[in-house]
């Protein structure tokens, strides 16, 4: 054990509770809009950039016609909350059962590298994504 | 006290009669063996028997080069934490009577063998060096020549000033196998005591919280419960850890206030 | 474990750092709470990222195969039950994460079974009310 300051390993595994905390709220919200209210198999691009543009979620499923007016804003910030918190608590969970084994010491800087990197990938693609169904985007840029 | 054995003899005729149990023990001997193989042997029990008894008759009667490490044979010593049925468990400390057979026997899992039921040790002691298991005081005693404790101080320690360093716990733990860099729960439960002593004064307080919160530190726990569970002194090392990683994350999260 | 040795010994292999099979079968319940913890970590990371790659199909492709390729997905009934899973595994991680975020404020260590008991008999209620809107 090296007697090394790094007082971010405290930090990040508070974060790593704290987002966990968040995502039971927010991935909770996430199964419960996307299986529960739309239902996956109904779920369109149009129905998509009804969600993310206006914040409306509207669904036919098992609990019957549901229409839910959510402040577009809220809902925004529920997706993108969403998508940095899961990111962050998983490629940092994955990237702590790398550091704890043995037989990877050598690379623990070039994975620590590595993660963060992925990790930025991933959250750009994610915004992608929010941006294809944010509409005065997708007007704007839509390849058609 | 004849008549006493007589009634409990015709009570339970089945018991009175020599029992045996059966160990399979496992072996290796590097002088003659390329490989660790299972030897099973078979013993006469007597009342109270406990797994280190039948070891040592064993020796005594059938296999004199059995080697096994043993010494006060009271669970004080800390010297014969074996892998007993699937469980690291003091042998001294567990009765024949009370396991399933056959017995098994195996040294430690996740530390390297020296010879039949020895293991190598010296990683794990590397692990409680690691901690700076010894009193650090930054300050002069306030009275005397001593430092004195309070009862109520001492009250906290209570539990973890048990340990016998029988290495049972940190050889049940899963980070510690994997990670060498993590001190293990018997390291981090002689840390705590350390932690909780308030003689040393805050300033070495604040340095061994600091110390144990490394990226390999405490944070590793994953509150398996493997080591509170196989601790033969009743010792929860997983509340100690617990207690310490909390007051970190308190300790950081007051440079807000 | 570690290569610095004071004297010869043998290393008995990684086998022991996992485990053996027949010792899975005397696990306690904490660490059954930590294996399902982490299988379902990885699960739900795996996810993460295979779900970023199908609906990035939105921005990449476009909406209509956007739509085309969710649900010729979703017609798939082998997807419908992997979502069921993918559902377990959330519930569980969700449930059992409260339980080791108490740990962390030092609530509830001397009653860390039946709170694994309970994480799971949640689990299985939760999901079990789930099941219809995933096969529906």
Redesign the interface.
Known sequence: ???????????N??LQRATGVALVVLLGFHFAVEHFIVGAHHITAENTVERITYGVIEGDHVLGQISINMPAFLYQATAILLLAFSIYHGMYGVYNIL????GLKKYRAQLKYFFIVFSIVLFIQGILIFLAFFEPFWEIYDPR | MATTQETQKTETPAAAEAETATLDVFR?I?EEDDK?HTETYEIETFEGMTVLDALIKIRDEQDPSLTVRHSCRMARCGSDALYI???QRLACNTQVSELKQPIDVEPL??????RDLV??M??FY??ME??EPWFQPDHEPETGDEYLQSPENRKNIDTVLDCIWCAACTSSC??A???????GPAALAKAYRFYKDEREGEETRRRRL??L?????I??C?????C??VCPKNI?P??AI??M??D??KE??RFWR | ??K?????????GRI????RA??W??H????W??YL??FTGLVLSFYLVMHLGVLGTGFWLGHEEYTVILQGLESLYIVRVLEIGLFAAFVFHALNGIR?VM????VG?DI?EQLFYLSIALSFAIVLAGVPFFLL
């Open positions: 054990m090296s007697t090394k300051k790094s007082n971010t390993a405290g930090w595994w508070f550091m704890e084994q043995d | 290796y590097p660790p049925n699937g469980t899992p996740r530390f390297d063998v020296i293991v190598e010296s990683e590397n692990r690691s901690v899963s980070p196998a994997s990670d060498s860099d993590f001190p600091e110390m919160e490394n990226s390999h530190g944070y590793r994953h509150t398996q419960f493997n509170t569970e929860s997983t509340e617990m207690e990683s909390r970190a994350i950081k999260l | 474990m570690s610095e040795r004071r004297v010869e010994s043998y290393d008995r022991e750092d996992l485990g027949k010792d079968a005397i306690k319940p904490g660490m709470a930590f913890h982490r080791i740990f962390d404020m030092t260590l860390q």
